[in-house]
T-cell receptor
Framework: GESVGLHLPTLSVQEGDNSIINCAYSNSASDYFIWYKQESGKGPQFIIDIRSNMDKRQGQRVTVLLNKTVKHLSLQIAATQPGDSAVYFCAENRQGGSEKLVFGKGTKLTVNP | DAGITQSPRHKVTETGTPVTLRCHQTENHRYMYWYRQDPGHGLRLIHYSYGVKDTDKGEVSDGYSVSRSKTEDFLLTLESATSSQTSVYFC???????????FGQGTRLTVV
């Protein structure tokens, strides 16, 4: 559901569950995508990236899936922990003129112990 | 963490005054970015740079200017601050457009 005030999509999960955070992007020419994690009072921190010639990429406890047909990106976090509570942003390297990194609005993940 | 620092970290200024925020990186990154972050809007790109003296506008560039006279420094200037520019400002840098960008800790600017 949506959090009143922040207008951020929110996701609440129980500790140990898997989390899936979704993101839609707009530019079919975008060729590079990044997921960032932002904890309260800090700058965004890189989690994982994926290039447009891939459909899936795995890191430690995280997996990013890219569906270019519907311009959709997802971040899967396995065995979610309280330390995963943060706002998660997807970013796309948007082409067209000079390339630039453009962010989505973010999803707030809350992990309940 | 990549060597990227923002100064000041906090600033309160009056409407109509000029303000300059500084971003300094020690990674010799070619690309640098300025974003603002507001509730409900996420991170919005103000301006970015793809080399010394090479800059371009982002999606919310009105009321802001930037300068990049050296690889390591990217300055954001509000010529005449307005209350709508109260926000948290983040700087980022990266080696190319197709790699991750590293973020600073942010500058909280309040225009009263």
């Amino acid at each position: 559901g949506e959090s009143v005030g922040l207008h951020l999509p929110t996701l609440s999960v129980q500790e140990g569950d898997n989390s899936i955070i979704n993101c839609a992007y707009s530019n079919s020419a975008s060729d590079y995508f990044i997921w960032y994690k932002q904890e309260s009072g800090k700058g965004p921190q890189f989690i994982i990236d994926i290039r447009s010639n891939m459909d899936k990429r795995q890191g430690q406890r995280v997996t990013v899936l890219l569906n270019k047909t519907v311009k959709h990106l997802s971040l899967q976090i396995a065995a979610t922990q309280p330390g995963d509570s943060a706002v998660y942003f997807c970013a796309e390297n948007r082409q067209g003129g000079s390339e630039k990194l453009v962010f989505g609005k973010g999803t707030k993940l809350t992990v309940n112990p | 963490d990549a060597g990227i620092t923002q100064s000041p970290r906090h600033k309160v200024t009056e409407t109509g005054t000029p303000v300059t925020l500084r971003c300094h990186q020690t990674e010799n990154h070619r690309y640098m970015y300025w974003y603002r972050q507001d509730p409900g809007h996420g991170l919005r790109l103000i301006h970015y740079s793809y080399g010394v003296k090479d800059t371009d506008k982002g999606e919310v560039s009105d009321g802001y200017s930037v300068s990049r006279s050296k690889t390591e420094d990217f300055l954001l200037t509000l010529e005449s601050a307005t209350s709508s520019q109260t926000s948290v400002y983040f700087c980022a840098s990266g080696p190319s457009q197709n790699t991750e960008a590293f973020f600073g800790q942010g500058t909280r600017l309040t225009v009263v």
